[in-house]
């Protein structure tokens, strides 16, 4: 191939506190082996991309330059992110786009020309050099703007389906319901007949997702959430939460909500029921403490759930149905919607940052790295 | 047998929030069957039974009569208690004595005369009835005293052992580490040879423990605590925690310790490390909010631990194998030490009320129904 140049976002934070975002020019090596060079034409923005992007840094007061932009890291945030100062770390776990060059390997070379999404890292760049046998191959007729969030989204909602099962719950109840992952997980069970209790956090969101059929959706704005909640709980029997939220009180509030359903009608224990409540936190919507008031006994669990150590537990056969399932339905189950579609020098700008890193609920932002 | 009465503490919660506590007197049937009726010599007064007999009521403002507390209930603790409403509920987990009577079954019979340690409830009695199958015989040689203790607090603490060995940790930190619980915890780990990091809170505490060989002890009210904490839990390799305390932000910081003893030396990752970090919390010293600042990424899990369900799961050959190792050590391994001993009487009387309801580490009360 001839030479191959592009550009990518780079984020560095330094030794003195300062976080600099900026775009910089890149020379790709010829590919060997089973690498290949993907032109990346969509990459999704995800919540998970701007904790390594921007993190708790104050974008607000931040020097938008041409290209870079210079903001100050909280103090207690460079202590926990020590390990990456003084790294130009690139950003953008997936996207789509075409294999424009390949190594000499068969699997590299049936590649070239095709439309492939990956989940390599670094995909906030005009061009990614990615294993071959790590990418999904989309339909023929799929556009990379149709595969650019085939894997995090929809294998998220997808282990979290799995992860019930294996758990022994049979329902599942999830916050901030409304997103692109949420609307997945609700056409997932509606396809699969799993019970599922929506929390969302306004009217017009509830109205989107009863829209799109679904029966429990409760509005944690509301004055009747805490009732609503233990009404749609008993109806599900849903002692499985999965929160994309992390701070504040919501969390408590499920697990008391279903520890309420589980003795009702039971002798009274001042142990709580013997009913096995289990929360995950997958995200960090807010990034204050998680503040669990104790009032559901001692039979329960909270912790962190992440797709990458989720899917290394899975075996290789459940894992391709679960990759094939999505490739299968990547424009019915597995659609994405985005608020709007940014250049690379868009996404430096200061209107684009302040819109995209407000992290609103179903408000995701798609890169078009060579648009 | 001739007929048997005695006396017996019961607590109300009745429908107007007031809390009830009274001394009752009960005629106890002829035992039948596997029944026998235990002669109640000591009962230790722990805090789960603390939580059952007085709850959060505020026992500072109680009216104090003769063998009669009133008390007003909190309002949400009301709410929460609601299916205890109304029931005079006998209290007392466990305790030992001499059976004095027996049904007409071989193993009921073989029991007369004996002393034996039970965990059936409703032990702040002068006489209980018991399945003999239940019980632990005591060595011919061990007294009521030295066998009142010999269930909730041994077999919580060889249970964090299993627990550990199950989850797949290999040491284990301690709260509250001070405590009869805390020092039959060193010694098991003592005669394992498990790691143990200590927490206390005072120089008081860590020099006792020191005194009984612990190797790691830190005082939470150091300044140097959250350094002395890494460097234990770099020294043991502890990923597991048992926590008496619940409230507040201490399980988070032992996690948040962990993650950094785990970080150390490896690439940066925005979801944290893949350290699996796991805190159990079986107390409530502290009725608070557990806080998390969650400071700790994405793998860890924080949940209730509690003796009973522990020992359901357990196979009937590691339970007995447990229970043996109590009755062979019950006098060195096992020990308990009371801060003070009282009757039935003294332990409605205002002076006992406030000092046993205190809760203080390494306090513990020893009822004597019949002394």
Known sequence: M?????RKILTTLQEDGQLVVELAEEKLPQPTGHEVVVRVDAAPINPSDLGLLFGPADMNTADYGEGRIVATMPDGARRAMAARVGQAMPVGNEGAGTVVAAGEAPEAQALL???????????????????????????????????????????????????????GHSAIVHTAAASNLGQMLLRITQADGIPLVNIVRSPAQVALLKDMGAEHVLDSSSDDFRNDLVVALKATGATLAFD????????????HAMEQVASEGQDYSRYGSSSRKQAYIYGALDTGPTILNRSFGFS???????????????????LEGLRARVRDNLTTTFASHYQARISLDDALKRDAVMAYNARRTGEKYLLLPNG
Request: charged share 20%; with cysteine.
């Open 113 to 167: 020309g095709k439309t492939v999404a990956c989940v390599a890292g670094g995909m906030f760049a005009q061009y990614r050099t990615v294993d071959a046998r790590s990418v999904i191959v989309l339909p023929d007729d799929a556009t990379a703007e149709q595969g650019a969030s085939a894997f995090v989204n929809p294998l998220t909602a997808l282990g979290f389906v799995e992860t019930m099962k294996r758990d």
């Open 2 to 6: 001839s030479e191959l140049r592009g």
């Open 244 to 255: 994309a939220i992390g701070g504040g009180k919501m969390v408590g509030q499920i697990l």
């Open 300 to 318: 329960w669990s909270v912790g962190g759930w992440l797709l990458f150590p989720f899917l290394q537990s899975l075996d290789a056969k459940t």
